[in-house]
Each structure stands twice: as structure tokens, then as C-alpha cells.
């Protein structure tokens, strides 16, 4: 059996987020115990694995999910009490939080794996109300949507152990992820820093009226976007060398980069602004629907995925 290999596991909040759980984990074969608070969770669960099996099962998941691996309790203690990895999809809030995890903490097996899918908590904070085995727990956050976007950021807190993350950085694996794991804690973890960063500037080139929303959104799905689809920036920076490599693209275009650094905006992200995003993605979309544009993505996604997984060189 796979380091990786789990048999069963909780998942603690059933949005989203935690749908995305679900249908990975059902995927795979794995027994899933469920806990969201809301009355009607049952049912917009099973509705949502049901919306998400026809991407699964082009990425090899089995024809139909196995409904008879799920079951959707009214306690979360309950629902962690077998459980030998917990998935934690609460909401964004520091002390809920804190509290849900110290929560699952108490019921959980001593070996289980207690994850986070916080999209920018620290580890260290919402681990902190955990006075039974704090060393188990961490964050494991995924990309939406979860079923399809392999991505997942392993971050341990001060009391994470190193064998703890260890295992989960294996579960995620095993369950047909991406993981990497961020070494030292930072709000926003790694991926979401990035994405930040791009948002902050592209944010401030409508601003200064640079650009339309429709032209930056063409400059990056047109343009870089592509590459990055495919490989990350340092080796894409790398092959812009030539011969040379990264370190001729360093030599060559750091300089004039650093002078670029001096000039990016600091955006006021107030409600004008704000309006005028959102009128640009209006205009930009016409009378596309969202669950169109979501459907084209996801279709060209799980595309991707497997023509990355048949080339073997790359990294």
C-alpha cells in the first residue's frame, strides 16, 4: 500500500470547498464521513458530487461515485471519530476556526491528520486552542475548484511536526494532487501571494487607465497566462534565455525589471475602483453566463491536465 494510502477520512464543512473533498476523496475509493451545519447539506451535497462526477471520471474516476462510501452526520465529532485524515473546511474566520479545530482536535483519532483548507490563516493561530495533539494539525489548502485544480499548499505551525506533514504531503499525493510545502508560514501561503500580487498591480493599471479590464485579462489569458499554464515562472524565465538560461535573463532584463518594481501602483481598492472592475468584467463577459464560462475552463483544464500527465519531462 501507498505511504499515501487512506481509507477514511472527514470532511468538516461541505461548501465548496469541501464538495471538491468529497468527490476527490469518493474518487479514490476512500469512506467519507461529512458534517456541514446547514439543515439541508445532505442534499446539496450529493447534488454537488453528482455536478462534479462528469470531470472526475475524465480524469479516471470511476463511472458512477460510490454513494454508499459517504455519510453526512449532524455532529462533527461524530464525524472525525474513525476518521484517519479530516479535511477542515470552516469559514475564513480566525476564531471559529480555532475553535471548529480544537473541536476536532479533542474527537479525532491520536494518528489522524487534521487539515485546513484556509486560503490565508496561519497555522500557528488556528492550531492554537488544539491542546491534544497540536503537532497533527495544519493547513492543506487546495485551489477552487478542488476536484480539478491539483494544487494543495501544506503549511505546519510551530507545533506541526515534521513527520505530520510528512503524511499529509503524502495523502495529497496519493489522493492525485500537487502538493508543495511551504516552509515557514505567511499570511496567504504561497500561490495566493502571487495571485495577490498580479491582482494589486493589474488593479492599479485600470486605475491609472493604462488598460481596459478586457485588454489585461487578454494580456495575461493571451499571453503569459499560457506558459504558465505549463511551467512556472523561474523555468519559464529560464527557456527566455536561450543558451544562456536563467542566468543570461537575469543579467539581461533584471536591471530594467528591478526599475519596474520602483514604478508598480499601490491601488485604493475603494468602492470606485471596485465599480469600475466590475462594470469592466461585465462589459467584458456581454451576455456570457457564468456557468458557461465555467464550463469552457473546466473543459480546457481537464484537457490540459492530461496532455501535462503524458509528457514526462516536465517538472
Not at 39 to 56: C, F, I, K, Q, Y
Amino acid at each position: 500500500m501507498s505511504a499515501g494510502a487512506i481509507r477514511r477520512a472527514a470532511v468538516i464543512g461541505t461548501g465548496t470547498i469541501g464538495a471538491g473533498w468529497v468527490s476527490t476523496l469518493l474518487a479514490r475509493g476512500v469512506a467519507v464521513a461529512a458534517y456541514d451545519p446547514a439543515p439541508d447539506s445532505a442534499e446539496r451535497l450529493t447534488a454537488a458530487v453528482a455536478g462534479h462526477w462528469p470531470t472526475m471520471r475524465l480524469l479516471g474516476a470511476p463511472a458512477e461515485p460510490d454513494l454508499g462510501l459517504l455519510r453526512v452526520l449532524d455532529d462533527p465529532a461524530a464525524a472525525v471519530r474513525d476518521a484517519e485524515f479530516v479535511q477542515e473546511n470552516g469559514p475564513e474566520d480566525e476564531s471559529l476556526k480555532r475553535e471548529l479545530l480544537a473541536e476536532l482536535d479533542a474527537a479525532a483519532p491520536a494518528g489522524a491528520i487534521i487539515a485546513s483548507s484556509s486560503s490565508g490563516l496561519l497555522p500557528s493561530i488556528v492550531q492554537a486552542g488544539c491542546t491534544h495533539h497540536p503537532e497533527r494539525v495544519l493547513v492543506g489548502h487546495p485551489f477552487h475548484p478542488v476536484h480539478l485544480i491539483p494544487l494543495v499548499e501544506v503549511v505546519g505551525g510551530r507545533s506541526t511536526s515534521a513527520a505530520c506533514a510528512a503524511r499529509a504531503l503524502a495523502v495529497y499525493a496519493w489522493l492525485g494532487k500537487r502538493p508543495i510545502h511551504v516552509r515557514h508560514e505567511v499570511a496567504g501561503h504561497v500561490a495566493n501571494r502571487l495571485q495577490a500580487a498580479l491582482w494589486r498591480e493589474a488593479y492599479s493599471l485600470v486605475e491609472r487607465g493604462t488598460a481596459t479590464v478586457a485588454d489585461i485579462d487578454a494580456a495575461i489569458a493571451h499571453g503569459p497566462g499560457l506558459r504558465w499554464s505549463v511551467l512556472g515562472p523561474f523555468v519559464n524565465q529560464h527557456l527566455s534565455g536561450g543558451a544562456g538560461g536563467l542566468s543570461h535573463t537575469l543579467a539581461h532584463l533584471g536591471p530594467p525589471m528591478v526599475r519596474w518594481w520602483a514604478d508598480l501602483g499601490r491601488p485604493d481598492l475603494g468602492p470606485e475602483l471596485s465599480a469600475t472592475l466590475v462594470d469592466g468584467v461585465r462589459a467584458e463577459l456581454g451576455d456570457r453566463t457564468d456557468a458557461e464560462l465555467a464550463a469552457a475552463r473546466d473543459r480546457l483544464v481537464v484537457g490540459l491536465l492530461i496532455a501535462k500527465a503524458a509528457e514526462g519531462v516536465l517538472p
